[in-house]
């Protein structure tokens, strides 16, 4: 008991250290955007998509929105960028 316990209280705070701040939510969509798209890329969309984006934490996770919808999620140090083409409600 007292070991899983210590594995919680571990696993939970390096939750909260690495928790990925708002510069690496910025540049993992700028990375994928331009890897997706290289006209957006070669235009610059993706810096202006990722300065436009809000960043939300939440201690052990974070994510990222913009215009109202989530763009990315953070955990322990990684960003994840769900398909970002297919429209909410569909």
Known sequence: MLKATLILVVAVALGFVLNPGPEAHREK??????ARSQL????GINRLAAVASTYH??????YS??????VSY???G????????????H
Do not use: M, Q
């Not at 969509?29 to 331009?34: D, G, P, R, V």
């Open 29 to 34: 969509l700028k990375a994928e955007i331009a």
């Open 40 to 43: 957006a890329g070669l235009l």
């Open 57 to 62: 934490t939440l201690g052990l996770a974070s």
């Open 65 to 70: 929105t913009l215009n109202d919808r989530v």
């Open 74 to 76: 953070g955990a322990y």
């Open 78 to 89: 990684i960003v994840f960028i769900p398909n970002l083409t297919t429209k909410r409600g």
